[in-house]
């Protein structure tokens, strides 16, 4: 668990395509009680589940969903932080890692920066959040125009076999389409063996083996 003590997104009216700023509060921790039940109330979840307020956090599903409605994919928006964050966080858990709270704070504001070229979309069913895809572009020695880096990928594990997945790697190829990238391509560890059935299907591998040094 990564807790993010005393850290509250402000979220009101914010997208790429606007000129207001994410603005980041510290949150006074003898205040961090009575802003958890206000956060719960405006999120439709348990008190004490934020975990940004030093709480536990909770992975399940947030919203009571017409399990009927569309899976549809978008750009994140400001106001999906509650529901992306546990995601985020079991994402890292499964590969096992813990990535700092200031990682995970500039990751969020990189999403809404025009500046970075650093980009979220997420997978609803109505108004609640099943999975979520992180991708990246940039330049290459390899290619006249850039490449996308699809880097994160994550499906809540009780909505798996629904192709959402599949869903979320198409938006990207969408995107990387219009931008009119040399190349979408991704990694995976070689145990994910139930990720690579869906990769098999949707793509090929180019047989590169990849190399880290420690800096």
Known sequence: MIPLKGLLFHHAKY???????LGVAIVNPAQSHSLSMLMARIYSVPTGSL?????????????????????????VQADDYAQWLPWWIKYQQF???????ETTAQTWQNFFNTDKEIFC?????GQTILGFVHYVFHGSTWSVNDFCYLED?????????????KQLIEYVKQQASERQCGRLYW????KNITAQRLYDWVAEKPGVIEYRLPL
């Open 15 to 21: 997208t790429r395509h606007t000129s207001s700023c």
């Open 51 to 75: 975990n940004y307020f030093g709480y536990r956090y909770t992975n399940k599903v947030i919203d009571m969903t017409d399990k009927n409605l569309e899976i549809a994919v978008s750009s």
């Open 95 to 101: 590969y096992k890692v813990q990535l700092s709270d």
């Open 121 to 125: 979309a997420v997978a609803k069913q």
């Open 153 to 165: 990928l994550y499906v809540a594990e009780n909505s798996r076999g629904k192709n959402i997945g």
């Open 187 to 190: 990694h995976t560890q070689e």
